[in-house]
């Protein structure tokens, strides 16, 4: 009997361990595999938005922003991120897509969420020192 009960515990903690793995695999997300949004050139840099599929929806978003040396293509180490997003519609105020501050997870890129109210364009500006500048116009569905 005692064996029996230590093969199935010996059995239930390798199930876990493998559901454990195939959990951590899926949560995590390499930069070489998300996909460009958009891609604007700044002066030396290349600024590219990023995210696993490629389109920006309207509502909830886990982003990317890459900044990259234009004559290199290597990731370029900035500092003071900063990035806006709003929505213009004619005779009314514009209306702001709520972002989080940039979190830098590498040289050179940077994490945030955005969440949008509507869909339709936005106007994302970054900024970044030393005096990186950027505007993407961004369709979110």
């Given at each position: 009997?005692?064996?029996?009960?230590?093969?199935q515990k010996t059995s239930g903690m390798k199930?876990?361990?493998?559901?454990?793995?195939?959990?951590?695999?899926?949560?995590?997300?390499?930069?070489?595999?998300?996909?460009?949004?958009?891609?604007?050139?700044?002066?030396?840099?290349?600024?590219?938005?990023?995210?696993?599929?490629?389109?920006?929806?309207?509502?909830?978003?886990?982003?990317?922003?890459?900044?990259?040396?234009?004559?290199?293509?290597?990731?370029?180490?900035?500092?003071?991120?900063?990035?806006?997003?709003?929505?213009?519609?004619?005779?009314?105020?514009?209306?702001?897509?709520?972002?989080?501050?940039?979190?830098?997870?590498?040289?050179?890129?940077?994490?945030?969420?955005?969440?949008?109210?509507?869909?339709?364009?936005?106007?994302?500006?970054?900024?970044?020192?030393?005096?990186?500048?950027?505007?993407?116009?961004?369709?979110?569905?």
């Amino acid at each position: 009997m005692a064996t029996s009960s230590r093969a199935q515990k010996t059995s239930g903690m390798k199930f876990i361990s493998i559901g454990l793995a195939v959990l951590l695999i899926s949560c995590s997300r390499q930069p070489d595999q998300l996909k460009t949004i958009q891609q604007q050139k700044s002066g030396e840099y290349l600024v590219s938005v990023l995210n696993d599929t490629g389109v920006l929806k309207e509502h909830d978003n886990k982003l990317t922003l890459e900044v990259r040396n234009a004559a290199t293509n290597e990731l370029a180490n900035v500092s003071n991120v900063k990035i806006q997003a709003n929505m213009r519609m004619p005779g009314m105020a514009p209306m702001f897509g709520e972002l989080s501050t940039p979190r830098q997870i590498s040289p050179g890129r940077y994490q945030f969420d955005a969440s949008f109210s509507m869909a339709g364009q936005w106007a994302f500006a970054v900024t970044f020192d030393p005096n990186g500048k950027a505007q993407f116009n961004l369709s979110a569905q």
